[in-house]
């Protein structure tokens, strides 16, 4: 065992919201030792979607929606638009690795806190900046939040039931697609700069990175010059391939057949031997040709069973089914609570409960979930007096002053 | 000069999510090898394709998924080719396996062996369900993969099926968690000299990322909601028809008065069933008809120009044609002309971020097996012994 793989590494957070915190998270996770800095006055938004009754004391601190993306972290607070608090950020630069931002483009720089002020207090600093469109190009300034992120890079548009228009994603995808893409942009500075010995800026544009999860279809418009049509939860080639109804009152199960063999089992198991010689599904492409007859006879199959016993069935004569899980089944998952897929944690205020595990698992570098989300400014003594310097009457001065805070402002939020 | 100049990548790879992975790796600059049977297959098998002729070289995702690597054929069920991937692991800094289960134990790499032989060595496994647990030997694909990570059940209209994402989604997330999870096992084996063994479930990471439905309900055991909204969430968060496509509308209360005024609707600041989010919430089936209503009129360019104007957040669904007209995707050169000796010239997604010291650049993909004499050279093997591996059909 050979400590955690990030351990040494220090950042200084500015994000907010989910894309730049999960970023974050990934690293925390990692051994990053990852100071989030809210502002008094913008405290980050998930504190405010706790779904608590209205009148819940300190619920800003037990919004688990903030709580799972922020854990593992430090949190401080510090007023940006305050010269003594850019000041104090600029000191915590000096004594950091790695800044981390998803402003809109403007942002930073009108704080005054550009690439080349953050260089000035620490010359190999490394800056990751997560906008919309990027920091440049006329759409730069343009507002662009979760879902609009998936309309503007293509993703919206390949999905959809057939024949339908475009379909929402269930969550907003771009964020944690960006999310894990700037935890790689991070790494692979730090890997770059032991050669160097540079930092450098890195400008992330959530609205292409999330084009690369679909880049064979930019390819291949640039072969046909054809938009490609909406197919559900069909595949380009492989039949069948969809999502059926059990007995359960809305439970499905996903099939998916990818060659002649694969079909052949799913025809045993649903106790239909006849059709692995019907002409009608004797290749791939006569299949996919009378796929809409398929479907109705999988259906018709799968309605009588529970989605569990089809899964299993399926399953255990080597056909790729599975069940649609909702999160209440993922919190009871088996295979997920065997590979302690959750951790109990513990948080000064909001209490205990189970929380995801840090996502990769390394054989060598255990990592698990050491620190609770911050509360709010939980950790402006260990920032301000451990990291810099300031005894405990000045961090009381800054917290009169406003330009540090326990109590957010959440009236941005409502 | 490239972030990974001098690191060395090993591809077992045969699906969409560990081919993402070492693309990047490539793309950033990695030396990635990529280790194909010698019939081919894998990515190689899915079209459209440049050239239906020599469809082995000129299928879309493998044309995209394969930029930045090395090509070269090795038969791994042979004595002889186990041989040549321990020669090549010994060389290497990472190796990348998204394969079922047990597959490279099959092949003579047990995990201890790879600790032992290899111990620089950063063995990345990309998969489904993990290395461990009840479900970890089940077979599994991108639609099955993305119906148990839980996002599949959020996604689509409520009175039908639930819908996957478009495109092979699970997949590619599960390449991009890979990609980060072995640069992290890089950067801790270049300190220490020390690889690792990672494992990158899926599930697990489609799970970390059910915005506030997994997590509150985990904690407070209250119900965001169960099942799928379709394509309206609330009167200021879905897809609108509009006259030539769809709009987005994201607003989050800050936004809302900008929205407002988009909809030349400034009277309903002053409303006091929507001036602020609580009212707005109590009256949003008179929202949404409002919405409906403004968005069936727009055209989608003018309205998406207008409200990015006006800091409104309204975007219009780009279709792929939309992409290669954008006018910020052509500001910044995002799509990138790239030529292929059988495919030919044709376009591709740029970098996934750009770093400005060290940028990432792609690399057309390889022909198959269009580098084993050269990678097989570099191991030290002389002319005749390459040309006796082709006879027997290793290579």
């Given at each position: ?5 990030l ?7 500015l994000?907010?919201v ?18 989030k ?23 800003w ?28 950020f ?32 620490r ?52 964020d ?11 790494l692979?500075?730090?890997?770059a ?66 060659d ?15 059709l ?73 205020e ?50 009169k ?14 | ?84 991937l ?64 839980g ?72 119900d965001?909601?169960?099942?799928r ?40 600041l ?7 989010a ?23 360019h ?43 010239e044709l376009?591709?997604p ?46």
């Amino acid at each position: 065992m050979v400590g955690r793989p990030l351990e040494g590494i220090r950042i200084a957070d500015l994000t907010a919201v989910w894309a730049g915190p999960y970023a974050t998270r990934l690293l925390a996770d990692m051994g990053a030792e990852v100071i989030k800095v809210e502002s008094p006055n913008n405290p980050d938004l998930l504190r405010a979607l706790s779904l608590l009754p209205a009148g819940t004391e300190h619920a800003w601190n037990k919004s688990a929606y903030f709580n799972h993306n922020n854990r593992n972290k430090f949190g401080c607070t510090i007023d940006l638009a305050n010269p003594r608090g850019k000041e104090l950020f600029l000191e915590l630069v000096a004594k950091s690795d790695v800044v981390i931002e998803n402003y809109r483009a403007e942002v930073l720089d009108k704080l005054g806190l550009g690439y080349d002020v953050l260089r000035r207090a620490r010359p190999d600093i490394i800056l990751v900046s997560m906008p919309g469109h990027g920091k440049n190009g006329p759409e730069r300034d343009f507002v662009a939040y979760g879902t609009n992120v998936e309309q503007l890079a293509g993703l919206a548009s390949l999905s959809g039931y057939v024949g339908g228009g475009p379909q929402k994603t269930g969550i907003s995808f771009g964020d944690p697609v960006a999310g894990a893409a700037a935890a790689a942009a991070v790494l692979l500075a730090l890997i770059a700069r032991k050669r160097t010995g540079r930092g450098q800026y890195i400008e992330l544009a959530q609205r292409e990175t999330l084009t690369s999860l679909l880049g064979e279809y930019v390819v291949g418009y640039s072969m046909t010059r054809e938009n490609p049509p909406r197919i559900g939860n069909r595949h380009p080639s492989w039949a069948p391939h969809g999502c059926y109804p059990s007995s359960g009152e809305d439970e499905w199960v996903t099939v998916a057949c990818r060659d002649d063999a694969e079909f052949a089992s799913l025809c045993r198991v649903m106790g239909r031997p006849e059709l692995i010689g019907d002409s009608r599904y004797a290749t791939a492409d006569s299949r996919y040709r009378h796929q809409d007859e398929l479907d109705e006879t999988i259906a018709a199959w799968t309605r009588s069973l529970g989605r569990m016993e089809a899964f299993e069935a399926l399953t255990a004569a080597g056909v790729p089914a599975a069940p649609v899980l909702g999160y209440r089944d993922i919190y009871d998952n088996p295979h997920l609570r065997e590979r302690g897929f959750f951790e109990q944690v513990t948080h000064p205020e909001a209490g205990s409960w189970d929380m995801e595990r840090p996502l990769y698992r390394f054989a060598r570098r255990p990592t698990s979930i050491e620190r609770n989300g911050p509360c709010f400014g939980e950790h402006n003594a260990y920032v301000f007096g451990e990291l810099l310097g300031l005894s405990e009457a000045e961090i009381a001065q800054l917290e009169k002053e406003g330009v540090a805070a326990r109590t957010p402002n959440m009236s941005s939020h409502q | 000069m490239s972030a990974l100049e001098g690191t060395r990548v090993i591809d077992l790879s045969t699906g969409i999510a560990g081919g993402f992975c070492t693309k990047l790796l490539g793309d950033f600059g990695a030396d990635v090898i990529k280790v194909e049977p010698p019939g081919g297959g894998g990515l190689r098998d899915f079209g459209p394709f440049a050239d239906a002729v020599s469809a082995a070289e000129t299928g879309a995702l493998h044309l995209y998924l394969d930029t930045s690597k090395r090509s070269i054929t090795l038969d791994l069920g042979t004595p002889t080719g186990q041989e040549l991937l321990a020669r090549l692991l010994a060389t290497a800094d990472a190796v990348v396996d998204d394969r079922p289960l047990g597959n490279l134990e099959s092949e003579g790499f047990s995990a201890s062996r790879l600790s032992a032989d290899f111990p620089q060595l950063v063995v990345s496994y990309l998969s489904t369900y993990g290395q461990s647990g009840p479900w970890a030997q089940l077979p599994s694909t991108n639609l099955t993969a993305f119906a148990v990570g839980g996002q599949m059940a959020t996604t689509g209209d409520p009175d039908r099926e639930p819908l996957k994402n478009g495109g092979s989604q699970a997949d590619y997330q599960l390449g991009l968690n890979g990609f980060t999870a072995t640069l992290a096992g890089l950067w801790a084996a270049s300190d220490s000299g020390t690889g690792d063994a990672i494992d990158v479930a899926g599930m697990e990471c489609m799970a970390s990322t059910l915005e506030l439905m997994l997590n509150t309900y985990a904690y407070a055991h209250i119900d965001y909601w169960n099942g799928r909204k379709g394509n309206v969430l609330s009167g200021v968060l879905g897809l609108y028809p509009c006259e030539n496509g769809y709009l987005g509308v994201h607003a989050m209360p800050r936004n809302f008065p900008a929205l407002a005024r988009l909809m030349d609707a400034d009277w309903m600041l002053e409303d006091e069933r929507f001036r602020d989010a609580a009212g707005r919430l109590a009256h949003d089936d008179e929202l949404r008809a409002m919405v409906y209503a403004w968005a069936s009129g727009q055209e989608k360019h003018a309205a998406y120009e207008r409200a990015g104007q006006a800091h409104a957040p309204v975007a219009y669904v780009h279709e792929m044609s939309d992409l290669f007209q954008s006018p910020q995707l052509t500001a910044r050169d995002y799509l990138q002309e790239l030529n292929h000796p059988v495919a030919g010239e044709l376009t591709y997604p740029g970098p996934l971020f750009r770093m400005a010291d060290t940028p990432s650049s792609l690399r057309r993909a390889p022909l198959l097996g269009g580098h084993t004499g050269e990678v097989l050279a570099e191991l030290g093997l002389q002319p005749h012994d390459i040309e006796v591996l082709r006879g027997t059909g290793v290579v």
